[in-house]
């Protein structure tokens, strides 16, 4: 008689909960926008029960606020808002989309989404379109003034980047490992790579030679 598998304990809260959006923005305007969707993944191998709870219930509309998921399923979680009126521009209200495991009542994990409505998508593209422009001009800004502050001797360097250095060795050290199908070695088959993932690595590394070298004739920061 084979012994049923045991499943390891899980602890209260601790279970990642995978949730998009995470951010849900309704626009007064909009009404396409006042009915949004929270895609709800189970990437797990037993099945969840799951809650959405709100700060402010009387302000949304939630179909099917309590269900199940089964393993390695997703679910459509439909939010409306049936509220909309100018007092609550700029609002944030928060969703919290609690799951637990279907034998059991503690919650196993909970994710908060947060909510807000914009009186117009027009002016919220506007805005974010100068916020974007103001960072280019700073961003312009300072590098003109780090230009002018750089010394006219530009043979010294500061060493290539660490950003460099790093990718380098795991480029290196992803050629050192096992490639798919070889069997005599110790190191466990998730870490065998596929000759097109040591291609890319040893692609890579050609490019980081070249910056390396050329970073040694960038001129020092300021």
Do not use: W
């Amino acid at each position: 008689m084979q012994q049923q598998k045991r499943q390891p304990e899980l602890v209260e809260g601790n279970l990642p909960v995978f949730v998009f959006p995470t951010e849900l923005i309704f626009y007064a305007d909009d009404q396409s926008t006042h009915k949004q969707v929270l895609t709800l993944y189970n990437p797990y191998e037993f099945a969840l029960k799951f809650k959405v709870l709100c700060t402010t219930p009387n302000k949304y509309t939630v179909a099917d606020a309590a269900g199940a998921v089964k393993p390695q399923c997703c679910i459509d979680i439909v939010i409306r808002h049936r509220d909309v009126r100018a007092s609550h521009f700029g609002v944030i209200d928060k969703f919290r989309l609690q799951v637990s495991e279907q034998s059991q009542r503690k919650a196993l994990g909970r994710k908060e989404i947060i909510a807000t409505l914009l009186p117009s998508a027009k002016e919220q593209q506007q805005k974010e379109e100068e916020e974007k422009r103001i960072k280019e001009h700073l961003t312009e800004s300072v590098f003109f003034e780090q230009t002018l502050c750089q010394p006219e001797n530009r043979t010294a360097s500061s060493g290539p980047s660490l950003l460099t250095v790093f990718l380098g060795i795991v480029c290196v050290a992803a050629l050192m490992l096992p490639t798919l199908g070889d069997m005599e070695t110790l190191v466990p088959l998730y870490l065998h790579l596929s000759v097109n993932q040591k291609l890319v690595a040893a692609y890579v590394l050609g490019p980081n030679k070249e910056a390396v070298e050329d970073s040694l004739y960038r001129p020092r920061e300021a």
